[in-house]
């Protein structure tokens, strides 16, 4: 969001330079510059005042952390990545009025810390593997209710030296667990309106993941005065979120949750812990120009937070410590119950944060210094400094090198501590008013029993008491929460410690107002770059990387290159030249579903793109072409010795693709289109399944699994065959590269394996493929129609997990109809077969129904898609193209057994210019 | 003690910058601040990311809170 706003900001202070720079005569550079003047400062600062005509951006990112320091312990965990895949745009509406939005997904995996714990208290047990050479360590799976630890009489907790002696050792270490991949959307959207010395912009949003849900609104403003020297900009901000985390079932049973009782549910055997939160915030900024090299930039913020502020995944060590013992007068180490209670934080949160930022031009590079400070604090007794440093070198042929540095430290929160130590048992035997100890009925926990002399039971009169009616145990009483602090926290980031972090970003300029991006950032925290001295928890140390790369779209500057007259007819291009027709057009009315159906004209014309595809699968199970009952798949879906325990209930996909084409030939068109997708399934039991194994854990289904974010990229030359008045016939030769993942893994589970994740689960194909396609269209008056046929060939063997894809065929014949000068509607029908995949996995992988098993995969699928295309002649979005189309499946044939498509959403997008 | 000198440097600094830059910079002076290095955030794109790295990482508060956005980054 932020960085949307900023954006509209720094193109439109470039648009204005770029103006400047190509004014050729004294009286267009005074007209440049007075209307340069017009509109700064404020242009660098508000969305709404970005004076061009719409932009848009694409951006993929990673981030990927280093392994953590488990002092020596096998590190078989995944550090944590997120791919982030990031688009927004800005269209005006009017001169005065704009709309804008943007889209962000992150996927994420890897192992997190969910607590700290006294190494000496060895809070992970080995995972032995056999190898030929014998029994060896292979990783380590985490515990967070360890046994054994001693203390001693000063309460440190004591490690086992080699030789089997004890001594003092304080090292805290995280307690790792590892997720499977989880995905975020957010999406926000945007309205804004400017006068000449003022704007305002309203925006709403929301961000869904399984476990956490939020919807936001702002309001902001700005207001120039001073003839615009002076800024002053103002927001405010409102978020509700929803919280459902589910509980981890391996960590969840050791967990002690008792502060948090009444918000848990019980659902399918998951435990989901339930929680609100809300904030409020409001900005208050000056943007003040200085002299005509420099500015200054000074922002206040506040934001309040209530309700549930914690981290639902977090706990807390708390050893408790029998005071008997303590107490007893020897020296002997004491025992120390190591128990995990899950966080607690404080109902509410204050913040404040400052900000200042200074921008020095230096005329002798022609380049810009950024320094920015930063200050916060709030009412945990946190209280941040940032200093950060840039240098913005314009260079040649339109490059722009930022290498940038940063400092941070920040102070720990009043309620942060590795692990605490409570001077009391975490259950013990309860006594009554007489000193005699209780014992109750494990039926009838109410009903309460004593022991006479004889150890007999007897009730609260003395009366005896038959016990082999009874199912009797000692009453036992849990510690007393009032004993611990009110809030606690062992999360690291509400640590002390300081991080140092550099990195660059490099921009390209290319023609016709596209520009590419590309940044990194290597960044490191450690307790001891803390301001004023270490934070002393070293233990939570680690380091990331940050890598992005983004194309960005200036319509306005695209369109503007545009030859006179061609400006409004993006699309109408045609060949008019050629034949010297002027009714003869070669609009973009394929179906949108569809693909290398549309070819450039024009020698040196681009194309940009994004497509979007979604498909749903659910219901019952097919195999060929009927429903199955989930006896017959638990019987025939996997193998006899092994039969079917878990179905899918749903699958959905959804992909993002950037379509890049260039002509530079009439008759040759290149393309690449990366790709970025993502995906989300459940699992539910079969009726009739197989009774489940002691002590093995199996995925319940209460949560589903998600997969994403890089898919394989397609690359393909375009070759015109044949082209007369009304017909013509073009070939692609395709290739897709395998950039998409085939083994990510499910997460391990206590001490087993997730191993592979269905196959159609896996982001790629794993394989280089050939992808050919021979495309004829048509149009006659108002009517155009078409036909295609396609393929896939795997060009190896297998891929490095394995196995292969199955090859795929692909005819298609449609037909359009012109509603209006810039409307199409079509129709067409859809005929794939796609065979089933070769090989399997060379990895572990569950096989616990039919999405594991190579034969349950491809069919022929007969397919009727309806859609509408959206070209636009003229105006402000002249040369913009639009298609959607809805794929309804009427006849599915599928090999093995699978649930089937219950339909497809095909988007696009495309400009060219 | 001496960060809080480094404050008071800080802050004297600034004053004396913002009563010194007071000088009025007229319309067609002001070209090399339209330049696009002199915009207050030159890349806003790789800015946004740094922004969600540091909130998932960092226990720091926002001055622009108010633009929105939401999840956990609870990892």
Request: charged residues 15%.
């Amino acid at each position: 969001m932020q960085g949307r706003v900023s954006d509209e900001c720094s193109n439109s202070a470039h648009n204005q330079s770029r103006v400047i720079r190509s004014a050729g005569t004294a009286s267009k550079a005074l007209q440049a510059l007075t209307s340069a003047a017009i509109v700064l400062p404020g242009l660098m600062l508000s969305p709404a005042q970005a004076d061009d005509g719409g932009r848009i951006n694409f951006q993929f990112s990673r981030y990927q952390e280093g392994k953590r320091d488990l002092f020596g312990t096998p590190n078989n965990f995944d550090p944590i990545r997120a791919d982030v895949l990031h688009g927004n745009g800005l269209f005006p509406l009017t001169d005065r009025a704009k709309f804008s939005f943007s889209y962000t997904q992150d996927t994420w995996s890897g192992a997190t810390p969910i607590t700290t714990s006294p190494l000496a208290a060895n809070p992970y047990q080995s995972i032995l593997a056999n190898t030929p050479s014998g029994t060896t360590v292979v990783g380590a799976s985490p515990l967070i209710f360890p046994r054994g630890l001693l203390l001693d009489r000063n309460l440190n907790p004591l490690g086992r030296n080699p030789d089997g002696t004890l001594a003092q050792d304080t090292r805290s270490v995280l307690v790792l667990a590892s997720a499977s991949p989880e995905t975020r959307h957010q999406a926000n959207f945007g309205l804004g309106y400017e006068w000449d010395e003022a704007a305002i912009n309203a925006s709403a949003g929301f961000s869904l993941e399984n476990d956490y849900r939020s919807s936001f609104g702002n309001l902001g403003g700005r207001l120039d005065f001073n003839q615009k020297l002076t800024t002053v900009k103002f927001g405010a901000g409102y978020t509700s979120s929803n919280i459902s985390a589910i509980l981890d079932h391996d960590s969840s049973p050791y967990l002690t949750k008792t502060a948090f009782a009444k918000q848990i549910e019980n659902r399918g055997g998951s435990e989901i812990l339930h929680g609100e939160r809300q904030d409020w915030s409001a900005n208050l900024g000056l943007t003040q120009v200085l002299n005509k090299h420099a500015l200054i930039d000074a922002n206040f913020g506040y934001t309040h937070s209530q309700g549930f502020l914690e981290n639902p995944y977090k706990a807390m060590t708390v050893i408790f410590v029998d005071p008997d013992i303590l107490n007893n007068g020897q020296t002997t180490p004491v025992p120390g119950d190591v128990r995990a209670l899950l966080e607690q934080r404080p109902g509410q949160r204050n913040q404040f944060a400052f900000n200042t930022k200074y921008i020095q031009h230096i005329n002798f590079f022609d380049a810009a210094l950024h320094l920015d400070y930063k200050f916060t604090a709030d009412d945990w007794g946190i209280k941040t400094h940032t200093f950060d440093a840039s240098w913005v070198q314009p260079l040649p042929f339109g490059w722009m090198f930022t290498p940038r540095i940063r400092y941070y430290s920040q102070d720990s929160a009043s309620f942060y501590n590795p692990y605490l130590i409570s001077q009391q048992n975490f259950s013990r035997q309860a006594f009554d008013s007489l000193g005699r100890e209780v014992w109750v009925d494990s039926l009838n926990p109410n009903n309460e029993y004593f022991r006479d002399a004889n150890f007999n039971l007897v009730d609260g009169a003395g009366n005896p008491v038959n016990e082999a009616t009874l199912l009797v145990e000692p009453k036992t009483v849990a510690f007393d929460p009032g004993q611990l602090p009110n809030n606690f926290s062992s999360d690291h980031r509400l640590a002390g410690f300081g991080a140092l972090s550099g990195g660059f970003t490099l921009n390209k300029q290319l023609a016709k107002g596209i520009a590419l991006e590309a940044g990194f950032e290597y960044y490191t925290r450690a307790s001891a770059f803390k301001l004023g001295g270490g934070g002393g928890n070293g233990f939570a140390d680690f380091d990331y990387y940050v890598a992005n790369a983004a194309l960005k779209l200036n319509l306005e500057s695209m369109s503007l290159t545009k030859p006179a007259g061609g400006m409004h007819h993006g699309h109408h291009h045609g060949h008019t030249e050629a034949h010297g027709s002027t009714d003869h057009r070669h609009r973009h009315t394929q179906p949108a579903g569809l693909m290398y159906a549309h070819m450039l004209d024009k020698p040196g014309q681009f194309m940009v793109g994004y497509r979007f595809m979604y498909s749903h699968q659910d219901g019952k199970m097919h195999h060929g072409t009927r429903a199955v009952s989930d006896q017959v798949v638990v019987n025939q879906g996997c193998t006899d010795e092994n039969l079917c325990r878990f179905t899918p209930s749903y699958m959905n996909m959804r992909m993002h693709m950037l379509d890049l084409m260039y002509a530079p030939t009439r008759w040759l068109n290149l393309m690449v289109m990366p790709t970025f997708m993502d995906m989300d399934m459940n699992l539910r039991e079969l009726d009739g399944r197989p009774p489940r194994a002691p002590g093995v854990h199996e995925h319940t289904g209460i949560v589903g699994h998600s997969t994403g974010v890089i898919g394989d990229t397609l690359m393909a030359a375009l070759l015109k065959l044949y082209g007369k008045r009304g017909h013509r016939l073009h070939a692609s030769l395709g290739l897709s590269a395998p950039s998409g993942k085939t083994d990510i893994e499910l997460r391990r589970v206590a001490r087993a394996d997730g191993g592979a994740i269905h196959f159609g689960m896996q982001l790629g194909s794993g394989t280089w493929d050939f992808v050919p396609s021979l495309t004829y269209t048509g149009e006659h008056d108002r009517w155009s129609w078409g036909m295609q046929v396609s393929g896939i060939k795997r060009m190896e063997k297998q891929n490095d997990s394995g196995y292969r894809l199955g090859d795929a065929f692909q005819a298609t014949a449609w037909s359009g109809l012109d509603l209006s000068r810039w409307l199409t509607a079509s129709v067409r029908g859809v005929y794939t077969a796609q065979d089933h995949i070769h090989g399997d996995f060379n990895m572990f992988n569950a096989r616990t129904g039919p999405m594991d098993f190579p034969r349950s995969y491809g069919g022929q699928f007969w397919n009727i898609g309806v859609g509408v295309n959206v070209n636009v002649p003229g105006g402000r979005f002249a040369g913009n193209h639009l298609g959607f189309e809805w794929l309804q499946p009427v006849h599915t044939d599928v090999n093995g057994f699978q649930l089937v498509p219950k339909g497809a959403l095909a988007a696009s997008w495309s400009y060219t210019f | 003690m001496k960060l809080k000198q480094l404050f008071l440097f800080g802050f004297a600094g600034l004053i004396f910058l913002m009563l010194s830059g007071c000088a009025n910079v007229a319309a067609w002076e002001r070209g090399y601040l339209a330049k696009p290095q002199m915009a207050v955030e030159p890349n806003p794109l790789q800015h946004h990311i740094q922004l969600h790295n540091y909130f998932s990482r960092e226990a720091a508060a926002s001055t622009h809170s108010a633009d929105g956005g939401g999840g956990c980054g609870c990892y």
